[in-house]
């Protein structure tokens, strides 16, 4: 099994030390690729905070370049399917950001989809297909 480790920190070594590993037992650089057929290897960072949370975070001024700069993308959270959660998609495929629908259920109904709430579960597909017809691009 393969363990990969985030951090703010100085490189691979002080990676592995922030996850409790022996920096010794690892090579001085770790490389990732994409796997056959693909491109290079994306980073994608969940997001599952609040709409204005996550709003605040992209207004500020290096976020967006830097998301383009690691070629990196954002698992959003859609616990709401509002027309302000919409807004941040179509803030992030305006600047080229890859954005990947996370279904979530609102808190209130369990939050993550799993065999206990199936039945709202198929639901939530369904409302998400409405959202994304209504919000969508039509490109």
Known sequence: MVEFCLGACGGARDAVAL???EASKFPEEIIVT???GQGSAQLIFACDG?????????SQPDVISDLKELKAGI???LPDLSAERARIVQKLN???IAVTAWLALPAAQGYYLNAGNAPAAGV???EFEKWSATYGSSE
């Open 19 to 21: 996850c409790g590993r």
């Open 34 to 36: 994409g796997g056959k």
């Open 50 to 58: 609040s709409t204005s949370d996550i709003e605040k975070m992209l």
């Open 75 to 77: 698992a959003l959270a």
């Open 94 to 96: 305006g600047a080229k």
């Open 124 to 126: 939530r597909f369904f």
